[in-house]
C-alpha cells in the first residue's frame, strides 16, 4: 500500500490565500493562525509604537513592520513568516511583498495556541536565517525572552513586565515593560 504524500505548498500558494486568511509558510507546509487577541493587539501597538518612535527620533534607516508584514527568511526556501513586528536596517532587503531575508529584529507575542511555534520552531528558523535578535513575549506569564545571535548561536536573557529591556542592535535603546503594561 502506498503511503499518501504529504502536500507541498509553494510561495504562489502563499501569495494565493485570500486576504483575510492568517497564515505561514514553513518548508513547503502552510501553518494556519487564529486572529489575535486584544491585549496582543494592544502590547503589539505599544511596542511598534516604541521602536517607530526611536527610528524617527533617531533619523534612521531601520524600518519597523508589524504583522501581518511577509519575511521570506531564505531566497532559496519555501518559508515565509509573519512575525508580530519586524525591523529591516537593510533597505535592500525590503520588497513589495514584504521582506527577502533576516530581519535584524523579530519580536513574538505568544498566543496560547502557538506558543511552541514561536518557542521552537520560529526560534530555530530565525537562528539558522541569522535573525541577529529575537523577542518572544508572553503576556500570559509576564515574561520577555530576548535572544541576541552571537557568532552564529543565540544567547538569551530572561526578563518580567517589571524590565526595562536593552535592545542589542542599537547602543541606546531600552524598551520599557512597565509602560507596556496591558
Known sequence: MAIPQKQIYTEIDYYTLPEDVRAELIDGQIYYQAAPSRIHQKILGKIHQKIANYIDLKAGLCEVYPSPFAVKLWEERTTIVEPD??????????????????????????????SSHDYVRKLNLYAGAGVREYWIVNPINRTVLVYYLEESKFEVSSYTFQDKIKVNIYDDFWINFMEINP
Open 85 to 114: 513586528i519586524s525591523v529591516i536596517c537593510d533597505p535592500n532587503k525590503l520588497t513589495e511583498r514584504g521582506c527577502t531575508g533576516a530581519p535584524d529584529w523579530i519580536i513574538e507575542i505568544i498566543s496560547p495556541g502557538n
